[in-house]
């Protein structure tokens, strides 16, 4: 099993656009890639079309049914905001050991390269007590983390990898995902983090054509 854990910077950076396309670059190669987001909130349940598990299943060419979204993303809740929080509001709790053991038995079940997608930033809640820099930690698996390119991220991405250094947490890549409509170039994001983290693989994906950068992302990651 070969098992990654898809963080990033903060909310709506680009974690799902990361982990579809993977997902299709790896399938198209006839791996039998998976992928697992098990919690996830801003989900309408009676409108699920466009949320980050519908792009998932349709990456893994699978239909979004009650049954395939309870698959790949158990733990739904409606309120755009941290998963304790939008647990709150509907009077439940997020149970974090039941996400961790489900985390390591789609890991160990995984027939392929297999991706954990995590909850907005590296340092998001996940429960009251937990961020998703504790779920990666319990789950023990090397990260790849997604920054955007809007003014601000080179800060914001220094940050995470900094945390994540520091926790001793493996870092297999950094994906640079073009923020729309975003004046800071890519290089320049790539180049900043490289003064500081000189060893860290960093592929830059371009919204109007990221294959390259993707088939680049793909195969470091597999090595």
Not at 88 to 116: F, N, R, S, T
Not at 143 to 167: E, F, N, P
């Amino acid at each position: 099993m070969t098992g990654f854990f898809i963080t990033a910077t903060g909310t709506d950076i680009g974690k799902t656009f990361v982990t579809t396309s993977l997902l299709r670059h790896w399938r198209n190669q006839g791996l039998a890639a998976e992928a697992f987001k098990p919690l996830a909130s801003g989900l309408d349940p009676g409108n699920p079309a466009g949320s980050d598990p519908a792009e998932i299943l349709a990456a893994l060419g699978q239909d979004v049914t009650p049954a395939s979204l309870d698959q790949i993303s158990p733990w739904r809740f409606r309120a755009p905001l941290a998963p304790n929080m939008a647990a709150a509001l509907e009077g439940k709790a997020v149970d974090y050991a039941a996400i961790i053991d489900a985390c390591q038995q789609k890991l160990a079940q995984a027939p392929g390269p297999m991706l954990v997608e995590g909850v907005g930033g590296l340092m998001a809640p996940v429960d009251d007590d937990r961020t998703v820099l504790d779920w990666l930690t319990a789950l023990d698996l090397p990260s790849i983390v997604v920054a955007g390119s809007y003014l601000g991220s080179i800060s914001h991405t220094l940050t995470a990898l900094t945390v994540l250094k520091d926790r001793g947490r493996p870092i297999a890549a950094l994906a640079v995902s073009e923020t729309p409509g975003a004046t800071v170039a890519l290089e320049a994001v790539e180049m900043a983090v490289k003064r500081h983290f000189p060893d860290l693989p960093v592929v830059n994906l371009p919204r109007a054509d990221s294959r390259a950068g993707v088939a680049a992302l793909a195969a470091l990651l597999l090595g």
